[in-house]
T-cell receptor, first 113, second 114 residues
Framework: KQEVTQIPAALSVPEGENLVLNCSFT??????LQWFRQDPGKGLTSLLL?????REQTSGRLNASLDKSSGRSTLYIAASQPGDSATYLC????????????FGSGTRLSIRP | NAGVMQNPRHLVRRRGQEARLRCSPM?????VYWYRQLPEEGLKFMVY????????ESGMPKERFSAEFPKEGPSILRIQQVVRGDSAAYFC????????????FGQGTRLTVV
């Protein structure tokens, strides 16, 4: 059974710092891994999608990596800003049940001005 | 190209009433997924549908919950005889045909049962 874990559950850093959010998954047989952002009381915004054959994806100040063999992904945020404060969710789509996207519980990020 | 549209955004129902949540997928997307997010919890899969077919409903409660995605019109998640525990945010996502493609989520419907 695929399980997705995100550590830490919450993180607070001062503005301007570079930071890394971690995601681990138990079954490496996945189609892809997706990182989302969720603001309080809002929906999910897709940030980056990494296909199983890829190692990383970049968008602006965000860089996501994927190491399928070890069941890990990281989301790197450069030069953090207060507007980056949100909950970041990692999700995988497993081969065993492609109809389901399995989510981690998220990391609640707070950037202090 | 509009994103995934859900309505209503907020829904208040008294215990015992019916709740109907609607989801219009992105243009060209024929796969729809419903997820539920309970307060302070993660997103849990409920059901996966393609046009006129329920493909996987393993995450749906056995009673009171149903979903459809008709040939014409939006996907509907129906909750009959709502109870306080149904209060949650319900999210819809859509994707193109292949399971390896990106999923796009709507803004959600926040159901409050009073």
């Amino acid at each position: 059974k695929q399980e997705v874990t995100q550590i830490p559950a919450a993180l607070s850093v001062p503005e301007g710092e570079n930071l890394v959010l971690n995601c681990s998954f138990t079954d490496s047989a996945i189609y892809n891994l997706q990182w989302f952002r969720q603001d309080p009381g809002k929906g999910l915004t897709s940030l980056l999608l990494i296909q199983s054959s890829q190692r990383e994806q970049t968008s602006g100040r965000l860089n996501a990596s994927l190491d399928k063999s070890s069941g890990r992904s990281t989301l790197y945020i450069a030069a953090s800003q207060p507007g980056d404060s949100a909950t970041y969710l990692c999700a995988v789509r497993p081969y065993s049940s492609a109809s389901k996207i399995i989510f981690g519980s998220g990391t609640r990020l707070s950037i202090r001005p | 190209n509009a994103g995934v549209m859900q309505n209503p955004r907020h829904l208040v129902r008294r215990r015992g009433q019916e709740a109907r949540l609607r989801c219009s997928p992105m243009k060209g997307h024929s796969h729809v997924y419903w997820y539920r997010q309970l307060p302070e919890e993660g997103l849990k899969f409920m059901v996966y549908l393609q046009k006129e077919n329920i493909i996987d409903e393993s995450g749906m409660p056995k009673e009171r919950f149903s979903a459809e995605f008709p040939k014409e019109g939006p996907s509907i998640l129906r909750i009959q005889q709502v109870v306080r525990g149904d209060s949650a945010a319900y999210f819809c996502a859509s994707s193109p045909d292949a399971p390896s493609t990106e999923a796009f989520f709507g803004q959600g419907t926040r159901l409050t049962v009073v």
